[in-house]
């Protein structure tokens, strides 16, 4: 359900923003950036400036991301879920490519029916005495209501191009998009409710082990502002929560039966 595969989540990444892809090994991934990708990523403002002025064509960096924990020490970028690296790319996902429309290639010499998917790319984090996040990825049919996770992983499956091919015709979803995202949600929350509730309990404990510890530190004559203060701090920092953030979507117009 979850996008375990995240060198291959970083290659479809870089491939898909024409990133020259150099090495894919054994979760050692090098990638030669394009100038776009290069300002995106690796904060260089002051080179991209100083090169402009010169009138000269600047040289994007090559980057090194390392996904096999027994490749860590090696030469190169560890990124893991969590990483701010990583969390730099979902954020460049989310204020770029928040949305979009795709279409299935098709080669019909016939009119051709392609199907509403609303596909829906949402991190889970799990918030607590560790924080934890989790990418799923949600497939809906607008038209009969199958559900598919992992879609993504089946999206990459399927060649995709911005305009409908030639015979084809787009279906008028049945489902609203609201109620297609209400249906998404009902899933997750169902995913959610199976999970192992440890980490959970586990902050829960760290919660009330850290406010007893106050009662060694203030007796009654002290600042009882100033604990209540602490103890909400340690309530922020320890009690376990869940939340939802889309990072991206779209609607994918599939022929019938691409999906199984």
């Keep these: 359900m979850a996008i375990h595969d995240l060198n291959q989540f970083l290659h479809d990444y870089f491939q898909a923003h024409e990133c020259q892809i150099m090495e894919n090994n054994n979760g050692r991934l090098t990638v030669k950036l394009t100038e776009e990708m290069d300002k995106a990523l690796m904060n260089r403002p002051f080179y991209w400036h100083y090169i402009k002025g010169t009138g000269n064509p600047g040289v994007p960096m090559n980057l090194t991301l390392i996904t096999n924990p027994e490749e860590r020490d090696k030469k190169g970028e560890w990124i893991h879920f969590g990483s701010p690296r990583l969390q730099q790319i ?34 889970i984090s799990y918030i607590g005495k560790h924080k934890r996040d989790e990418i799923i990825s949600v497939g809906l049919h607008l038209v009969n209501g199958q559900m598919k996770l992992e879609m993504m992983d089946k999206l ?43 980490w959970a309990e586990e902050s829960r404990k760290t919660l009330d082990e850290e406010i007893k510890l106050l009662d060694y530190f203030y007796t ?37 039966g691409a999906i199984q």
């Design 90 to 123: 979902l954020r460049h996902l989310r204020i770029h490519e928040k949305y979009t429309t795709q279409f299935q290639q098709v080669n019909a010499s016939t009119n051709t029916a392609l199907y509403p998917w609303l596909v829906t790319n949402v991190k």
């Design 220 to 256: 009654e004559e002290d600042d009882k502002e100033q604990k209540d203060k602490e103890i909400e701090e340690i309530r922020e920092r320890y009690s376990p929560r869940i939340t939802y953030e889309v990072i991206n979507g779209g609607i994918f117009y599939l022929a019938e």
């Design 156 to 198: 990459r499956e399927i060649p995709l191009q911005m305009q409908i091919a030639d015979y084809c015709f787009t279906i008028s979803p049945m489902i609203r998009l609201k109620s297609g995202f209400l249906r998404i949600e009902a899933v997750l929350d169902s995913y959610m409710e199976n999970q192992p509730k440890e």
